[in-house]
């Protein structure tokens, strides 16, 4: 299978005077349409390796290669775009634009892509709505839906594009486990729909265990990587 | 762009509170601009307009010891198509003594065109009594003058010539030109008696002249001055009011310092609120770029709003400030019911003022702008 994401020997150090070594020489292949979750304790570098996967941070040593492409000598507008075309993110916090209505919020990467929203664009976009159950709120500022909605929206925000990668960081991180499964169940339907790549950080093992691949991280290393067959 | 607008303008709408405070303070700063630049203004040209408005602002006058010159129609016609003067009138004037009941009064005795000499004077209007002096040996005095000497229309008196010859002159007419100087020492009389009485035929002293750009009198003067014969030479009102022109200096020189803070103080205040602003949208900027917005389109977010707003507040500050200035000039009158300030619009000077207020604004958001386009997504990502 081919590999959607590289990372080849990738060092994180935070700080000038006093250096903090948060990852350590990780290497990481990611194959395409698989859908990968990532565990570990707080702290151990999740969230960190998840933002350089994402172009988001800078690795101090090593590259990431993104759909063939090395990202380390890329401007950081090169970065944005490659970001807006075959990234979507879905953060813990959601991270909506409060200005804006639910259908704006998942219209918003497609108008970065574009300049401008056309008729198949919306037609796309209510399609996605209407997968995560938000067709009754599209036309709500995205501030007066509750929590789990505004987490749904957000997945259906990082799926305009039709990136070939998503990553999200704890995307149930505050849900309870019944919310939790119906979007579990939500991406893996999508993972299985539009074969799209999915990394997944959680800390809850039982959520780990219904992706294909189990990746963990122990301060900064990866320390176990099981390969599920279904 | 158009992501840019968008979004921009959706910021302004959903910060409501924020957007009107800044207009609202575009506004005043520029409506109190505009009333105080437009006031000093037209309170300078009324000023002017009082004290030049009768009288000749270039004339024409002999450079050489004698005062007289000859009539030279060449030269009248050309001032007279010349577009920067709306005035030409020629006049006769030699000093003299007038008589009566053997006491002496020294005035000047001045012979002009009437036709002309109205467009400078407008004695039509100045005339207080009698007629103005049409045939052979007529004259008018100025109100004063005949009050000292106790008058009547009608009455004849003996003039005395520098030559030393005795003139009989009849008063015809009374005129108030609002200058008591004036007013005491003027005998007015045609071109025509003037000659006859100074034997003086074919000859004047002066052409007197008004013209459109009252500021640009200096300029004009110098332009004349190069078509004319050697024996001439002009004069100007900005020479000779030197005074005048120094206060007015000195209050145009305040009132552009009062604008230059007014639109500092505004420029602050925007470039404050924007700068508020920013920190205040720093997440939602943060998420646009984790989602790949481009640093040129996250800057241009900012600066269209303070484009926006520069537009909106110096339109309804222009538009208050010339309200203003109407109710000012409509209201604030004297007692004789006209306006103490003349209402006086420069379209030119409205024009700039929002130009430099639309600019302003938009320049005060390059620095929202600046730490905009510099905002690393990576700070918002982590810190929520
Ligand atoms: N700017 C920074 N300067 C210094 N250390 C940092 C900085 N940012 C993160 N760290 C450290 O890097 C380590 C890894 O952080 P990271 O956010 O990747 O952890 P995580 O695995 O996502 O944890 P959690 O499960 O709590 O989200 C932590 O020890 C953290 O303190
Ligand atoms: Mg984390």
């Given at each position: 299978?081919?590999?959607?994401?590289?990372?080849?020997?990738?060092?994180?150090?935070?700080?000038?005077?006093v250096?903090?070594?948060?990852?350590f020489?990780?290497?990481?292949?990611?194959?395409?349409?698989?859908?990968?979750?990532?565990?570990?304790?707080?702290?151990?570098?999740?969230?960190?390796?998840?933002?350089?996967?994402g172009?988001?941070?800078?690795?101090?040593?090593?590259?990431?290669?993104i759909?063939g492409?090395?990202?380390?000598?890329?401007?950081?507008d090169?970065m944005?775009?490659?970001?807006n075309?075959?990234?979507?993110?879905?953060?813990?916090?959601?991270?909506?634009?409060?200005?804006?209505t639910?259908?704006?919020?998942?219209?918003?990467?497609?108008?970065?892509?574009n300049?401008?929203?056309?008729?198949?664009?919306i037609d796309?976009a209510?399609?996605?709505?209407?997968?995560?159950e938000?067709?009754?709120?599209?036309?709500?500022?995205?501030?007066?839906?509750?929590?789990?909605?505004?987490?749904r929206?957000?997945?259906?925000?990082?799926?305009?594009?039709?990136?070939?990668?998503?990553?999200?960081?704890?995307?149930?991180g505050?849900?309870?486990?019944?919310?939790?499964?119906?979007?579990y169940?939500?991406?893996?339907?999508?993972?299985?729909?539009?074969?799209?790549?999915?990394?997944?950080?959680t800390?809850?093992k039982?959520?780990?265990?219904?992706?294909?691949?189990?990746?963990?991280?122990?301060?900064?290393?990866?320390?176990?990587d099981?390969r599920?067959?279904? | 762009?158009?992501?840019?607008?968008?979004?921009a303008?959706?910021?302004?709408?959903?910060?409501?509170?924020?957007?009107?405070?800044?207009?609202?303070?575009?506004?005043?700063g520029?409506?109190?601009?505009?009333?105080?630049?437009?006031?000093?203004?037209?309170?300078?040209?009324s000023?002017?307009?009082?004290?030049?408005?009768?009288?000749?602002?270039i004339?024409?006058?002999?450079?050489?010891r004698?005062?007289?010159?000859?009539?030279?129609?060449?030269?009248l016609?050309s001032?007279?198509?010349?577009?920067?003067?709306?005035?030409?009138?020629?006049?006769?004037?030699?000093s003299?003594?007038?008589?009566l009941?053997?006491e002496?009064?020294?005035?000047?005795?001045?012979?002009?065109?009437?036709?002309?000499?109205?467009?400078?004077?407008?004695?039509?209007?100045?005339?207080?009594?009698?007629?103005?002096?049409?045939?052979?040996?007529?004259?008018?005095?100025?109100?004063?003058?005949?009050?000292?000497?106790e008058?009547?229309?009608?009455?004849?008196?003996?003039l005395?010539?520098?030559?030393?010859s005795?003139?009989?002159?009849?008063l015809?007419g009374?005129?108030?030109?609002?200058?008591?100087a004036?007013?005491?020492?003027?005998?007015l009389?045609?071109?025509?008696?003037?000659?006859?009485?100074?034997?003086?035929?074919?000859?004047?002293?002066?052409?007197?002249?008004?013209?459109?750009?009252?500021f640009?009198?200096?300029?004009?003067?110098?332009?004349?001055?190069?078509?004319?014969?050697?024996?001439?030479e002009?004069?100007?009102?900005?020479?000779?009011?030197?005074?005048?022109?120094?206060?007015?200096?000195?209050?145009?020189?305040?009132?552009?310092?009062?604008?230059?803070?007014v639109?500092?103080?505004?420029?602050l205040?925007?470039?404050?609120?924007?700068?508020?602003?920013?920190?205040?949208?720093?997440?939602q900027i943060?998420?646009?770029?984790?989602?790949?917005?481009?640093?040129?389109?996250?800057?241009?977010?900012?600066?269209f709003q303070?484009?926006?707003?520069?537009i909106?507040?110096?339109?309804?500050?222009?538009?208050?400030?010339?309200?203003?200035?109407?109710?000012?000039?409509n209201?604030v009158?004297?007692?004789?019911?006209?306006?103490?300030?003349?209402?006086?619009?420069?379209?030119?000077?409205?024009?700039?003022?929002?130009?430099?207020?639309?600019l302003?604004?938009?320049?005060s958001?390059?620095?929202?702008?600046?730490?905009?386009?510099?905002?690393?997504?990576?700070?918002?990502?982590?810190?929520?």
């Amino acid at each position: 299978m081919d590999n959607i994401l590289e990372l080849k020997g990738i060092d994180k150090i935070y700080g000038d005077k006093v250096k903090t070594q948060v990852l350590f020489n990780i290497d990481l292949n990611i194959e395409k349409s698989s859908f990968n979750s990532i565990i570990g304790e707080s702290g151990s570098g999740k969230s960190t390796l998840m933002n350089i996967m994402g172009t988001l941070d800078k690795p101090s040593n090593g590259d990431v290669i993104i759909n063939g492409t090395n990202t380390t000598n890329l401007s950081r507008d090169e970065m944005a775009e490659l970001r807006n075309e075959t990234i979507g993110f879905i953060f813990q916090f959601h991270y909506l634009l409060p200005e804006f209505t639910v259908l704006e919020n998942v219209l918003m990467p497609y108008r970065i892509k574009n300049g401008r929203v056309d008729k198949e664009a919306i037609d796309r976009a209510k399609y996605l709505i209407d997968k995560v159950e938000l067709s009754k709120v599209k036309n709500n500022l995205s501030t007066n839906i509750s929590g789990g909605q505004q987490q749904r929206a957000a997945i259906a925000r990082a799926l305009i594009n039709n990136p070939s990668i998503i990553l999200a960081d704890e995307p149930t991180g505050n849900l309870d486990s019944e919310t939790t499964d119906k979007a579990y169940r939500l991406l893996r339907e999508i993972n299985d729909e539009f074969k799209s790549t999915f990394i997944v950080i959680t800390h809850d093992k039982k959520v780990a265990e219904k992706g294909d691949r189990i990746i963990e991280i122990t301060d900064g290393k990866i320390s176990t990587d099981i390969r599920r067959n279904i | 762009m158009k992501l840019a607008w968008g979004i921009a303008l959706r910021f302004l709408k959903s910060s409501k509170g924020q957007t009107i405070l800044i207009v609202l303070g575009i506004t005043i700063g520029v409506s109190v601009q505009i009333f105080i630049g437009s006031l000093i203004d037209g309170l300078q040209v009324s000023l002017v307009d009082k004290t030049i408005g009768n009288s000749s602002q270039i004339t024409i006058v002999s450079s050489e010891r004698e005062q007289y010159f000859e009539v030279d129609e060449e030269l009248l016609n050309s001032l007279n198509e010349d577009e920067e003067l709306t005035a030409v009138s020629k006049s006769l004037d030699s000093s003299a003594f007038l008589t009566l009941d053997d006491e002496t009064y020294p005035v000047l005795f001045r012979g002009m065109e009437f036709k002309d000499a109205n467009k400078i004077y407008d004695f039509d209007d100045k005339l207080t009594g009698g007629k103005i002096p049409s045939s052979n040996g007529e004259v008018m005095l100025g109100k004063d003058l005949v009050e000292n000497l106790e008058l009547k229309i009608g009455d004849t008196f003996e003039l005395i010539t520098p030559e030393g010859s005795l003139e009989e002159i009849k008063l015809v007419g009374e005129y108030d030109l609002k200058v008591k100087a004036i007013n005491e020492s003027w005998v007015l009389s045609t071109i025509k008696t003037s000659e006859d009485v100074f034997d003086k035929e074919g000859q004047i002293t002066a052409i007197e002249t008004q013209v459109k750009d009252i500021f640009a009198a200096d300029e004009t003067a110098v332009r004349i001055e190069k078509g004319l014969s050697d024996n001439l030479e002009t004069e100007n009102w900005k020479e000779l009011n030197e005074e005048l022109l120094s206060g007015l200096t000195g209050q145009s020189a305040s009132s552009y310092l009062i604008q230059v803070f007014v639109l500092l103080a505004v420029l602050l205040g925007i470039a404050s609120v924007l700068a508020i602003s920013v920190v205040q949208k720093s997440r939602q900027i943060g998420i646009l770029k984790a989602m790949g917005i481009k640093n040129r389109d996250a800057s241009l977010i900012f600066l269209f709003q303070g484009l926006v707003l520069g537009i909106i507040g110096s339109i309804l500050g222009a538009s208050l400030g010339i309200g203003l200035n109407l109710v000012f000039s409509n209201f604030v009158t004297n007692p004789d019911g006209t306006s103490l300030i003349p209402f006086y619009l420069d379209y030119k000077f409205v024009g700039i003022s929002i130009l430099i207020a639309i600019l302003a604004s938009t320049l005060s958001s390059l620095i929202p702008a600046i730490k905009s386009s510099k905002l690393d997504p990576i700070e918002v990502i982590k810190n929520g």
